[in-house]
């Protein structure tokens, strides 16, 4: 992975100063989009007990691109994590749009108040690859963020959803979806390699492919449709997304199936 690393970087080298211009004209014609509003709440309240879940990350567990978090990634995953477990789940965001792994170490996870979770979930790897974050930092990074975390929950299960699939995304370029694409790609092996060195901590390893969602999940619709504003996930992939993400989760924790 790290040859695929630097033979990729060799390549790109070449095309920055086009990538660069491509990406203001990206930022110029991509509208800037609210975060969800609504962040905490609780499904299936009449359950017989209530399971407390945490969701930590950028954009994605931000919200951008709905309008509240009960029909985004949080509060469908909640939803559907409490039907397959019949349980209640009372759930809070900690998100912002922008964030990468370090910054959620260092700037978001001080913040959080509760004192008891029994599950975190993470969405990060956007804003890492969109910095060109090398994949070492990206190692450092995602350690520190986990110790901080279990210096807060030392037993919570904690769970990374797949990296985003920027190689879909309608409003890149076809090298920006090329180049930042293999990188969140890497960053998302490196993720697979850290974890190892963490119990109780699980990531979604899948690479997301809409074309296969598609056909898997017989979806109709067209490749717009997934998003909001060509680069943030519309109500649709947010759905889909954090439904795949629940039924992991719920046979790899709390059903401990392989």
């Known amino acids: 992975m790290r040859i695929r690393y630097f033979l990729g970087g060799l390549l790109t080298l070449p095309t920055l100063p086009l990538m660069y211009l491509q990406g203001k004209r990206i930022r ?14 609780v499904t299936h309240p009449d359950a ?18 709905v309008r509240t978090h009960e029909e985004g990634f949080a509060g469908t995953f909640a939803q559907t994590l409490g039907e397959q477990l019949q349980t209640g789940v009372r759930w809070k965001v900690y998100a912002r749009s922008g964030y990468t792994a370090r910054r959620l ?16 979930v993470i969405t990060l790897g956007g804003n890492d ?10 190692r450092q990074d995602i350690r520190e963020l986990l110790v901080n975390l279990r210096q807060k929950y030392p037993q919570t299960p904690i769970v990374f959803a797949n990296m985003p699939p920027i190689k879909d995304f309608p409003a890149f370029t076809p090298l920006i979806k090329n180049t ?32 296969d969602w598609v056909k898997r999940l017989n979806i109709k ?21 954090a439904r795949d993400l629940a039924t992991f989760t719920a046979e790899r924790v ?3 199936q392989p």
């Not at 110029?28 to 609210?34: C, D, G, H, R, Y």
């Not at 690859?129 to 990206?138: S, V």
């Not at 790609?185 to 699980?202: M, P």
Request: with cysteine.
């Open 105 to 120: 170490a260092q700037r978001m996870v001080p913040k959080i108040t509760e004192t008891h979770a029994d599950l975190i």
């Open 28 to 41: 110029a014609s991509v509208p800037e989009l609210p975060e969800a509003t609504g962040s905490e709440g």
């Open 129 to 138: 690859a969109f910095q060109l974050n090398t994949p070492w930092r990206w």
């Open 221 to 241: 619709a067209q490749a717009t449709d997934f998003f909001s504003d060509g680069v943030h996930p519309s109500a649709l992939t947010y759905q889909t997304w």
């Open 254 to 256: 709390f059903k401990n």
């Open 48 to 65: 017989p007990q209530t399971i407390t879940l945490l969701c930590l990350g950028e954009s994605t567990m931000a919200g951008v691109g």
């Open 180 to 211: 930042i694409g293999n990188l969140v790609e890497i960053l998302g092996h490196e993720l697979k390699v850290q974890i190892t060195n963490h119990s109780r901590v699980y990531f979604n390893h899948e690479i997301i492919r809409l074309a």
